[in-house]
């Protein structure tokens, strides 16, 4: 159960708890919150919506890839779907390890993957309107139809 | 058939979570072009197609049983 | 009260509370367990011991520094002294930003900062003995009695 | 007179954590020279001092009523 997609309020020790490992000194958690304004448009709520059951296999995905490239690590992946309001948790991404320059790199790579892999959207809603966000790293095409490890950038 | 499963835009655009299709044997590009033409599906340049919750290329066929999912951008995290 | 020296356990949370803007949508943390075994030795347990009054100052100027180099930044630090257990919380570096690369930059920042200037010590207990800690960054000497930006390194 | 603070290691070697000294008016330098002698304090190297909760230099020179720190290598996080 270290990848979840719920629903309701996530609590950041819970999560955490999961890569607690004797043998690792470091825990990183990134923990992405709805952000009021965006390119200087201000946001009501947003509904975030996800293909759970795909979802959940690529968060484990992630988690595969980065005990491959990071060993001994141990990643927990927990998103909130449905409606979200200002400074509401939408994620919490938790990797352990022996060595914390590890940590940071692992983590940021988890986060960098969900925003191409896992099937989950947003849709923002204004006072003017609502919108399915898209990809947030720039429009393009994935050739082969698959997005790839190299599509990773910052 | 096969049946489609439907989310974010797409879904608010058609109004449902899933469709039925009849087209088993053919491609994953095949079934792109008739969503164009007869649903008037746009931007499906930029989106993903996952059989069975996988990623798919254009070039994959599409067999009877099959669950396949239109994934436009992903917008998580 | 965005630092903290605290003898009680940390809980994460309390935290990450202090550094939620409506304006970041990411916040990053560091947590420091107490690790079992460091160079194949097993530890018992960890005694951290800190100069209080002048910890705070550091981990204050900590925070100030990394607003200087990462505007519309948020940092909160707690640490915890006294008698620590195997998989106990030492530390929680909760770090917000607008952005998330500069998040994990700027929260390693601090990590980095703590082990170089923050007075804090920690005495190993083991089965056949104990030791206060040294600079774990390596042993050297600051030759104008001063720790550096300059001395940041991994 | 000027109050010494001892932490860590040094606190353990003499036994309490803090000293007495009437040493206004010397350097940092001629402090740690004088503990060297008085109490066998060795590993002085690789110890930051700390005047009023500042890191200083061995050439600053002490006044009366500063609270001094001997800050060993730190290892907190």
Known sequence: MNYQITKDPIKIENVVQKVVQREAGAITTFIGTVRELTHGRRTLYLEYEAYESMALKKLEQIGKEIAEKWPDTKTAITHRI???????????????????????????????????????????????????????LGTREYTDGKPGEEDLHD | MIKLLLFAQFRDQIGKQEMQFPIEGKTVKELKEILKESYSFDELDSVMVAINEEFVTDQEIIREGDIIALIPPVSGG
Chains 1, 3 share one sequence.
Do not use: F
Request: aromatic fraction near 10%; proline fraction near 4%; hydrophobic fraction near 40%.
């Open chain 1, 82 to 136: 449905g409606r979200l309001e200002i400074t509401d948790i939408a994620v919490v991404i938790a990797v352990s390890t022996p060595h914390r320059a590890e940590s940071y790199e692992a983590n940021r790579y988890a986060i960098e993957r969900i925003k191409e892999i896992v099937p989950i959207w947003k849709k923002e809603h204004w006072e003017d309107g609502e919108e399915w966000v898209g990809n947030q």
